[in-house]
């Protein structure tokens, strides 16, 4: 469990750079444009889902690597 933890640790860094950005550069009206949102969740995907995948991809559930 820890390993996934560093996998995504990276991606979490990301995510709370990217919300900073978004909370205190990015101006309010551009936050609400479609294709904002599309890249909110693109980011969101990448930092996250991807990690966790490349980890279930390395390590297999169900085998022990103690």
Do not use: Q
Not at 2 to 16: D, E, H, N, R
Request: hydrophobic fraction near 55%; include cysteine; aromatic fraction near 20%.
């Amino acid at each position: 469990m820890t390993k996934l933890i560093s996998y995504m640790l990276p991606g979490v860094f990301l995510i709370v750079v990217f919300s900073l950005l978004k909370a205190y550069v990015i101006p309010v009206h551009v936050t609400f444009e479609s294709w904002f949102i599309y890249l909110n969740f693109f980011v969101w995907v990448v930092c996250i889902v991807v990690p966790c995948l490349i980890y279930y991809l390395r390590t297999p559930p169900g085998i022990d690597h103690k």
